[in-house]
C-alpha cells in the first residue's frame, strides 16, 4: 500500500511539474504602445493571450484623451482621484499596437455643411453642377474650424455662388448654417442630392456622407432638410475641475421654386406720396448701388416675375418691397435666373443722397 501511494505522490509532482513548466513556457504577445509619453503608469512589453491589461493615461487639461487596440476604440474610464485616464482590454493571441492621442477638438468628424448634386429626368449626372467638393464651382457651403491656443477658429468656405437668404451663426460652442436654393423651371425635373460635409480633424480632410435625393417636381413651392450633431466629451480645467466640452452643429438647406424674375425697377415717392421717378434696373454680374433723388422720401423695390412653365405660362407677377429713408441706406437681394435652373443672387443697395437726418 505504502509503495502505491509512493508512485501516486511521484507522478502527481511530474504532472504539477509539468503544468507549472508548461505555464512558464506559455507565448508571450508583444505589446507596441505609439503615444506612450502619455503614460501615467508604464506597461509591460508582452503580455499572454487573454491577460488583462490595465492601460493608466496622463489627464492633459483642456484636452481629451483616446486610445485604440489595433484600430478599435476603447471605451476610457477614470481613477477615483482624478489622476489619470483608464482604458482595459484582454491582449489578443497576436501582437498588437496600441495608439494613444491627446487632442482638442473631438475624436470623431464634426458636421461642418452640405453638398449638391444634380440628376436629370433620366437619372444622369448634370455635369455643369456636379463639380468636385473643394472647387469653387461646387455647390455646396461649409466651413472649417480648427483650433488655435484652445479656442475655435472659423473660416467659411462657400462654393458656387447660387445660394440666398444664408445664415450662418458660429460661437466657441455651436455652429449654425442655414441656405437657400431657390431653383426656376428648367430643374423641375432634376433630382438635387444632398451630402453633408465633414472635416477629419486629425487627416485634414473633407468627406461626404449621402443624406437623399429630393425630386424637385414633387416639392411643391418648397422644402427643407437638415441633420445636425451634438458632441460632448469631459475635460479638466488647470485645477483639475471637471467640465463637459461641448460643440452643437445644425446645417439646413430650404429649396424654393421661383418664377424667371424679367424685370426690376425703383420706384422714388416723394413727402406727399406722388410717384416722382421711375427707373429701370440692368441685370448685373456685381453689386447694384443705385442713389434716389434728394426730393425721394421713401423708395419702392418693385420686381416682375414671369412664369415659364404650367399651364399660366406668360403670366406675370410683381412683388414690391417698401424701402424708407436712411442714412445708411436699404436694399434687396435679387434673385436673377441663370437660365440653367439655379438663381444669381445679386443686391441691390439703394442710398440717399448726403444731408442730415
Known sequence: MKKVFVIIYSLCITL???????????KQYALAVNGSAL?????????????EVTVKVKIKPYEGIKASLDLEQLVKTKSAQDEYWQFTFEMPAHDAVLDITSYK????????????TFYDKDNEQIEEFNKPLDSNEAIADYAVITYDNNL?????????????????????????????????????????????????????????RNCAGYNLNNLGSSTST?????????RYNSHM???????DSYVK????????????KILEFGSNGELIKS??????????????????EYAVIEEEYTVKSGQNIGETHVERTLINKSEFGDGKLLKYPRGNGLILPIYLSIKWQNETF
Do not use: M, R
Open 16 to 26: 504539477l511539474s509539468c503544468g507549472l513548466t508548461a505555464c512558464a513556457n506559455e
Open 39 to 51: 503614460l501615467y503608469e508604464n506597461l509591460n512589453e508582452t503580455y499572454k493571450a487573454g491577460e
Open 105 to 116: 477638438g473631438f475624436d470623431e468628424p464634426i458636421l461642418y455643411g452640405f453638398y449638391l
Open 152 to 208: 475655435k477658429v472659423y473660416s467659411s468656405n462657400a462654393g458656387a455662388n447660387v445660394f440666398a437668404d444664408s445664415k450662418t451663426k458660429f460661437s466657441n460652442i455651436s455652429y449654425e448654417l442655414e441656405d437657400t436654393i431657390y431653383y426656376t423651371y428648367e430643374l423641375i425635373d432634376a433630382v438635387a442630392v444632398v451630402d453633408w460635409v465633414y472635416l477629419n480633424e486629425e487627416t485634414q480632410t473633407y468627406s461626404c
Open 226 to 234: 437638415s441633420a445636425k450633431q451634438n458632441l460632448s466629451d469631459t
Open 241 to 247: 475641475e471637471g467640465y463637459e466640452e461641448k460643440f
Open 253 to 264: 438647406v430650404n429649396f424654393k421654386y421661383l418664377d424667371y424674375l424679367t424685370g426690376v
Open 279 to 296: 427707373t429701370e434696373i440692368a441685370k448685373s454680374e456685381s453689386e447694384i448701388t443705385h442713389t434716389v433723388g434728394v426730393n425721394c
